[in-house]
């Protein structure tokens, strides 16, 4: 609008320096850019909603031109009809049409132009954003999913579990429901929850060790070691529990004895290092490479969460298995 003053005002002084009373240098000045500024606001507002592909930039041009024609005749036509009597106005008319039309010509160009460059911008912006929109959606999906593919298993497993206690411990079954009810709803409150702090997961997590421990009578023992600097940094909900249950399965299930879970925690450099430890038999291991459905799924998630594959690390060692969880803090 400022531009379109000051444009106006050293037009106006222009035609009366050329000898015109103030009166007409004011229409002129006035009537041109005023019928110039619709042009460029409808050349515009036409790109807005057709924007042309680079193979068809020429198309601004001949819009440009066009445009400036009209403009320029229709706001011949205007001051003819108001001052077409006087005797030298209506020849300057005629003389200045070629440098009317080439301002013009200039001005709806660069408007165009610059309407080309925004829309332009304004559009790839847009479709960044559509895209990063739909990728996050597809990668909560994903999460989402892998979650849910989880706890069948583990719930599988409990359920049979108590159906073989009913009848020789009922007891023991009786409690372990109990158990799995409170598990269960707690995993339903997590389910809204993208992240949750240590302690918190840990909570839920002695659960499902109680579930277990009912499973598996004396032979599975745990040990958990947390630091103190780390009960409240975050980890992404519900990723302990099928951690430990990779540990347990490839623990109990290869060996006799009673086996001893460990769970450490520690902060290093901003991040959070969980390790999970299960004795294994090198002999008759089925998992030496450490690799399950369930730690499948948490390297993905991890993955999905930090694009990062460097965060779940497994180690063999002659009779015991390390899970290493390393989560990044967005806070530190």
Known sequence: MAFWFIWTALQAVVVQRLGFDWSISIADGITFNTILAIACFLVSNNLRYYLPQQDRYWYILLWSIGFSAVSIFTG????????GDHPFYATFLVDSLLIRSAVAFLMIGCMATISVLWYTVQERQENEQRKTDAERLAREAELFNLRQQLQPHFLFNSLNSINALIGSRPD???LMIQQLADFLRGTLKKDDQ????????????QLYLEIEKVRFGH???TEVTIAADTEGLTIPS???????E???KFGLYDMTDSICIRIQTRKSVGQLVIEVQNPYDPATATAAGGTGFGLNSIQRRLYLL???NDLLLTKAGSNLFTTTIIIPQQND
């Open 76 to 83: 011949r036509w205007v001051l003819m009809r108001f001052f």
């Open 172 to 174: 023991e079954a009786r």
């Open 194 to 205: 993208q992240w949750a702090s240590l302690s918190d997961e840990l909570k839920h997590l």
């Open 219 to 221: 032979r599975l023992l």
């Open 238 to 244: 519900l990723l302990l529990q099928p951690i430990v």
């Open 246 to 248: 990779n540990a347990i």
């Open 306 to 308: 930090f694009g990062r």
